[in-house]
C-alpha cells in the first residue's frame, strides 16, 4: 500500500536547469495537488489538479508548470529553476468534495 | 481567501506534560485535517475533522464549525510526539479542492 509516491526525493539543480518531479497514487483519487514548503510559511499551493484532464494554478504558480498524465499521476516541471524555488516539494491527493487529503514524502530541491 | 491561524508558535513541553493546539479560521469549511510533521518531515494525517470530536489514542481533536475553530489535544506527551502540527481546512464556499495550511505549532517535547 504505497499511497502517494514522490521521485526524487533529493536533487540540486544549477539556476537555469529544467527538470519535473513526479508524483503518483494509488488510491483512485480523483484529485492531485502540489504544495511547496518554506520556513515559517507552512505549506502554499502551486498548482492542483481537481480530475483528470483538468489543472489549476494555486497560490504561487509562477514559474511552475504541471501536466496530469492520467488518473495515477501528477508532475511538476520546472522550465528555468531560480534559487526562489529552493524548497521542499509535496504533492498529496484525495477526492473531489472535501475529503481526507494524503501526502507524498516530499522532494528536497536545492538550486544553486 | 480563507484564512487559518494556528496557536501556539511555539511549545515546549516536559514529557507527561498535556497540552491544547489550536485553529481559527476564517470562513466555513467542508474539511479540516490535522497533521503531523515529524522531524524527517514527513506529513502524517492525524486526523480529518470538519466537525464533531475524534479520539486516537492519547490523541483527540474536537471542530466547532459553527464558531470556526479547531482544537488538537495532546495527553501524556512523549518525545516521540515533538515536530510541527499543522491545520488545514477546505473552504465549503468557492472552490472546495484547495487545501490551506496554517502555519503550524512546533512542538518541543523534552525527556
Known amino acids: 500500500n504505497a499511497g502517494v509516491t514522490q521521485t526524487p526525493k533529493f536533487q540540486v539543480l544549477k539556476t537555469g536547469q529544467s527538470m519535473t518531479l513526479q508524483c503518483a497514487q494509488d488510491?483512485?483519487?480523483?484529485?492531485m495537488y502540489w504544495y511547496r514548503q518554506d520556513p515559517g510559511m507552512g505549506l502554499r499551493l502551486i498548482y492542483y489538479s481537481a480530475s483528470e484532464g483538468t489543472t489549476d494554478k494555486g497560490e504561487v504558480p509562477n514559474g511552475y508548470n504541471v501536466s496530469r498524465l492520467n488518473k495515477r499521476e501528477f508532475s511538476l516541471r520546472l522550465e528555468s529553476a531560480a534559487p526562489s524555488q529552493t524548497s521542499v516539494y509535496f504533492c498529496?491527493?484525495?477526492?473531489?468534495?472535501?475529503?481526507?487529503?494524503?501526502f507524498g514524502q516530499g522532494t528536497r530541491l536545492t538550486v544553486v | 481567501g480563507i484564512q487559518v491561524e494556528q496557536s501556539p508558535p511555539d511549545l515546549i513541553l516536559q514529557e507527561g506534560a498535556n497540552s491544547t493546539l489550536r485553529c481559527n479560521f476564517s470562513?466555513?469549511?467542508?474539511?479540516l485535517q490535522w497533521f503531523h510533521q515529524n522531524p524527517w518531515g514527513q506529513l502524517i494525517n492525524l486526523f480529518y475533522i470538519p466537525s464533531g470530536t475524534k479520539q486516537n489514542g492519547r490523541l483527540s481533536a474536537t471542530t466547532v464549525a459553527t464558531e470556526r475553530y479547531s482544537l488538537l489535544y495532546i495527553s501524556s506527551s512523549q518525545t516521540t510526539d515533538s515536530g510541527v502540527y499543522f491545520c488545514?481546512?477546505?473552504?465549503?464556499?468557492?472552490?472546495?479542492?484547495?487545501?490551506?495550511f496554517g502555519k503550524g505549532t512546533l512542538l518541543t517535547v523534552n525527556p
Open positions: 498529496a491527493s484525495g477526492q473531489v468534495e472535501g475529503t481526507e487529503a494524503f
Open positions: 488510491m483512485n483519487h480523483n484529485s
Open positions: 488545514a481546512v477546505k473552504n465549503s464556499g468557492g472552490s472546495n479542492y484547495k487545501l490551506t
Open positions: 470562513d466555513s469549511v467542508n474539511n
